[in-house]
């Protein structure tokens, strides 16, 4: 069964500086997608990134890229010059099939003045 | 329009009431999904629709009733619910199911329910 781990429940990072988010996933399946997205208080999930696993390139928006191990299964995101509006919970997940995605547990992220 | 809109935001209910939430979205996607999410938690997929037929029902209680009447409404029908549904409930959709796997979803803003 493919599973989506999220070792760190929170996080904090001073504003401007650099902080990374770690997640890992177990599956058999060698071609699927793999996603962060934000959920700030507002409450809405955001999509911040996506990464497709046959893509050995990592993915970037802007502040925001990727580190996609595809033999380790890790997909950590990175977050450069952090802002007051980046606090949320971010959640990875992750899709093969087409019917759903399979979220991590997520990470509270603080950003500090 | 890009936008999932969800209503109401917030809704309280008693245990005997019959409730509905309503989700509209008009970017054409077909397929359209509920989820329940609890505090710091991951949201946990309830049903899928699918060119409006129901395609996954996660094994949710039958007090939680979906509908979709057109391919941009989306609703759940809520009775006889106990408190431990109290919840956010978060609708999404996609262009189409097959296609989830590379745009993701896009998410309303929930509905915070609470159930007395």
């Known amino acids: 069964a493919q599973t989506v781990t999220q070792s760190q429940p929170e996080m904090s990072v001073q504003e401007a500086e650099t902080v990374t988010l770690s997640c890992t996933y177990d599956?058999?399946?060698?071609?699927?997608?793999l996603f962060w997205y934000k959920q700030p208080p507002s409450r809405q999930m955001i999509l911040v990134i996506r990464q497709e696993a046959y893509k050995q390139q990592n993915a970037t928006e802007n502040r925001f890229s990727v580190n996609f191990q595809k033999a380790a299964k890790s997909f950590s995101l990175k977050i450069s010059d952090s802002q007051l509006g980046d606090a949320a919970m971010y959640f990875c997940?992750?899709?093969?099939?087409?019917?759903?995605?399979?979220f991590g547990t997520g990470t509270r992220l603080q950003v500090f003045p | 329009d890009t936008e999932v809109t969800q209503t109401p935001k917030h809704l309280v209910m008693g245990m005997t009431n019959k409730k509905s939430l309503k989700c509209e979205q008009h970017?054409?996607?077909?397929?359209m999904y509920w989820y329940k999410q609890k505090a710091k938690k991951p949201p946990e997929l309830m049903f899928v629709?699918?060119?409006?037929?129901?395609?996954i029902n996660e094994s949710v209680p039958s007090r939680f009733s979906p509908e979709c009447p057109n391919s941009s409404l989306l609703n759940l029908h809520l009775h006889a619910l106990q408190p431990e549904d109290s919840a956010l409930y978060l609708c999404?959709?996609?262009?189409?199911?097959?296609?989830?796997?590379?745009?993701?979803?896009?998410f309303g803003s929930g509905t915070r329910l609470t159930v007395v």
């Open positions: 999404a959709s996609s262009p189409k199911e097959a296609e989830t796997r590379y745009y993701g979803y896009t």
């Open positions: 629709y699918s060119y409006e037929k129901l395609s």
């Open positions: 997940a992750y899709n093969f099939n087409t019917d759903k995605l399979i």
């Open positions: 599956t058999s399946e060698s071609d699927y997608y």
């Open positions: 970017m054409g996607h077909r397929a």
